[in-house]
């Protein structure tokens, strides 16, 4: 995004920790840019107060009195099940356009694909941005060039979906960084694109290339000269919705080593499946890559939202006792242990 750019986010009725995914890490991450959220429910309130971070970012009941900050962005802060634009979002929509804002969009509605959207843009000359429009060149079933490569893959994996495998692979890759390790983000979902400028959807591919398109991405920043590179998971193996794009995100990576992601208050998905048998899951990731190359995961990334320092503590205890890996918090210090954890694997 540009350094100057100005956003409002839409979030409307929706702003929350766990409901508001996109517009949550582009405050944690480019707080600067934000101007403001809208969401009637939580009018007068701030970002701060709602999330635990992003300081004194306003909430307003409507783009209107958004307005008065001066944004040129409207930014589409969810990223709900199944992606699509909820119907009663139209007018706020209508309106920025009318008022000359930028729309920014990861749904899966294409906006620039809307008749009603896209010629109302065109005559006020305003740009629609939909993140998960899939460039052609990702259109590619997978070569196998894993097989060759150099550089080292690190794929975070998911208990569940929404549990925070971006900000995991965020915080790694920043951590390598700190280090002064030719490390890479790489993107595979909108808001992850967002943040980085570069990226592909993997949720938006057609099945039979979702391994291939991740491939390209990844050529890409070893041509670039990266030798670790951080790839950003998506959905969960075992959840039934969205578990096809883990499994093409997986075979099109083949890493080098995994880092489980987990929010260990949290017991069950969306279809009811049990999360609390993490070494489980553990085996399964590595059994699912087996027959091709050992790949191992090697730490456990805690998500601790909405737990207390007790519940974190107990948590790290239990999980490193079950699994005899190290488990620890990306957004804390203890963001070393896991990267200490993936260059010892890459040592041995």
Known sequence: ???????????????????????????????????GVIDSQLE?????????YGGNIPIFRNLQDALRKNPDTLLIGIAPTGGRLPENW?????????TKLTIISGLHTYLSDDDEF?????????????L?????????????????RKAKTILTVGTDCNVGKMTASLELHREFLRRGLKSDFVATGQTGMLLSG?????????GDYIAGAIETEIEKSIHAGFKFLHVEGQGSLTHQGYSSVTLGLMHGVMPDAMVLVHHPIRKVDDYGFSLENVKHLIELHEMILRPFKE??????????????????REAKITLERQTGLPAADVLTTDVHILADAILKCFNQ
């Open 1 to 35: 995004m540009s350094d100057n750019r100005r956003i409002v986010i839409l979030a409307e009725g929706r702003f929350g920790l766990l409901t508001s995914k996109t517009a949550n890490q582009i405050i944690r991450y480019d707080p600067e840019k934000v101007v």
């Open 44 to 52: 007068g309130k701030t970002a701060q107060e709602i999330l635990g």
């Open 90 to 98: 139209r007018p706020i929509i209508t309106e920025a356009i009318e």
């Open 118 to 130: 896209s010629s109302r843009a065109k005559a006020k000359n305003v740009q629609l941005i939909d």
């Open 132 to 148: 998960r429009k899939v460039p052609p060149e990702y259109e590619v079933v997978a070569k196998g060039l894993w097989k060759n």
């Open 198 to 206: 570069k990226g592909v959807c993997v949720d938006s591919i057609v």
């Open 295 to 312: 790949s191992k995961v090697v730490g456990i990334a805690m998500n601790t939202v909405k737990m207390t320092q007790a519940q974190v």
